[in-house]
C-alpha cells in the first residue's frame, strides 16, 4: 500500500508520527473527525502497517461510529512489529505509545488486530483512556460474549423482511469460524437458522443437514479447527463460496468476494462481519443480482458500540441491548433509502453517516477540531 493520505472536508484532523529509539517503538495516530466527540479506533500491530492504511482504518471508524450514532468521532493508531514479540518488547513498546500520546484527549485506544485487553490494561494504566479492558477492571470482554456477531445477527434478522425467505430454516454459510463468525452462527441458530458450511484459515467442512454450532465453537475455542469437526464433508478452504444457502457472513478477510469469484455466490443475503470483505465491484454486481449485501460498517458495528458502552460505564446486557436496538435501526433506515432511492445499500449507508457527521460539524465552531 502506498503511503500518501488523502486529505478532505472530513479530515483526517491530525496525524501525528511516533518515534521512542530506546524500546524500537515507531508508531503512527490519525485522528480522523471528531465532530460527535472523542475518536475511538483500535490500536493495530503489524509488520506491515502504513500511514495510509492508518488514515482509511479512521475514516472507516468515522463512518461507523457516525452511523450508530455514538457520541464518538473516528481514530486509529498502528504500530510497526511482529506481534508476536516478546511479551515485555510488546509492553513496553505500548506503554511508550500511549505515554506519548497522553495529551491526546481526543483519541480513545481500543483493541485491534495484535493487540487485546491485556495490552488495553497496560494503555490504561499509564494514560487511563481506552475501551476492551479485562473484566475486572470494569471491561466488557466483546470477543467472548459475542458483541459483534449479535449485531451482525439482528443485521440478518431485519434484512430477511426484504428478501423472500425465512429466519425459520435458512441455511447459513460463514466464511472464517473465529470471534465474529462463530458467534454470529450460535446466534443465528438460536433464531431457528441452520448452519450448513464454515471455513477458517485450514479448509472448510459442509453438512447440508446441517451443522453443531456449539461442537464447532468448542473445537475452535480448543485451538483446533473446523475441519477437526468428525461430522461434515471436509473440503478447502474456499469451497465455502460455492455452498447453497440463503444466508453468508463473510467474517474472515477483507476482499474476498471481488470481481473473480462473485458471479460463484449463491446465496440470497450477504451480511458482512468482517471489514470490507466485498470489493465495491463485486457489491455492485450482487445489487444487479439482486443479493442483498449488508455493509460492513452497519452490520458489524456491535464491537465498537460495546467499546463505548463500556466506556460510559455501561453494563454487559445494556451493551447488548444497545447493539441490538442500534444496528436494528440502521439496517431498516439503510434498506428502506436503498429501495426508495434505487442506490446499493453501500451508498445508502455511506450517505446516512456522511449526513450524521456533517450535522455534527455544523454544530461546531471549527469544522474538524
Ligand atoms: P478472529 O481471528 O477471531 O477470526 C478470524 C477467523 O478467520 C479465524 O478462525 C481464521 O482461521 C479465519 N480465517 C483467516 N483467513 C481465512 C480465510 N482466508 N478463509 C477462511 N477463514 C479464514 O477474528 P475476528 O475478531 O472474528 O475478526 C474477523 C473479521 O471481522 C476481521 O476482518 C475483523 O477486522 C472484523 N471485525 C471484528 C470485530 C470484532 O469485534 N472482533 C468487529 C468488527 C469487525
Redesign the pocket.
Known sequence: MGDEIEFDDLGPLKVIHVHEPSVGLKAILVVDNVATGPSIGGLRMAADVSVAECARLARAMTLKNAAARLPHGGGKSVMFGDPKMTRDEKEARIRAFACSLRHEHNYIFGP??GTDEGCMAWVNDEIGRCVGLPREQGGIP??EIG??GWGVAHAAQVAIEYCHFDMHGARVVI????????HAARFLSERGAILVGA????G?VYDEGGLGVAELIAL?TAGK?VIDSPSGEKLE??A?IDMECEIWVP????D?INAGNVERLKAKLVVQ???I?VTEEAENTLHERNVLSIP?FIA?????I?GAMEFHGATEGAAMNAIAEKITRNTREVLEASRRDGKTPRAAAVELANRRVRRAMDNRRWSLF
Open positions: 485491534d488486530m466483546l470477543d458483541a459483534t466464511q472464517g469460524f473465529g470471534a465474529v463468525g462463530m471455513s477458517d484459515s485450514r472448510a475452535k479447527s478452504r474456499d465455502v467474517a474472515a478477510r477483507p474476498v462481519g468482517a471489514n470483505p460492513d458489524n458495528a456491535g464491537g465498537v460495546c
